[in-house]
């Protein structure tokens, strides 16, 4: 089960796991500017999809009104390790997500990222947002120019 920690209360999450993204039905996703595909572990397709976190991200490119592209979602442990990710890292719980920079203002996406997330991570090319305890980070003093922090 995962939970969410906001204000001191812990709240479970809605999830599902599949051991592909191809196995989850249509009518079984709910989240029209997103595809199972995009959202699955780059590594081996599987995929949790924790319905809060993707209400989240489509409530945000709603409000944001323009396509974002996601180049990391949910991981798999080994995917995750294989790439550098944090051992502790919200991409293997299925409620993080990194935002590439294509087509929208750094100040414009953080604004909408800030009504629907907890979590922030300032890179030099793409905004990570999770549902995690509420911290930020930037691993770069680039990244920190960047975003003006």
């Not at 009104?65 to 949910?74: D, L, Q």
């Not at 907890?118 to 990570?128: A, D, K, V």
Request: glycine share 8%; aromatic share 12%; net charge positive.
């Amino acid at each position: 089960m995962i939970y969410l920690e906001q204000r001191g209360l812990i709240y479970p999450l809605t999830s599902n796991s599949y051991t592909h993204h191809s196995k989850i039905k249509p009518n079984d996703w709910g989240w029209p500017n997103f595809s199972p595909g995009e959202i699955a572990c780059h590594g081996d397709g599987s995929i949790v999809v924790v319905r809060e976190a993707m209400n989240a991200l489509q409530d945000m490119r709603d409000m944001l009104g323009k396509p974002m592209i996601i180049t990391s979602a949910y991981r798999s442990p080994v995917y995750n390790a294989s790439c550098g990710g944090a051992p502790m890292s919200k991409h293997l719980e299925g409620v993080a997500f990194d935002i590439l920079l294509h087509r929208i203002e750094r100040g414009q996406l953080l604004a909408c990222a800030r009504d629907f997330f907890t979590g922030f991570g300032f890179y030099q090319t793409f905004l990570h947002v999770d549902l995690g305890p509420s911290r930020s980070w930037a691993p770069s003093r680039k990244a920190k120019e960047l975003w003006r922090l």
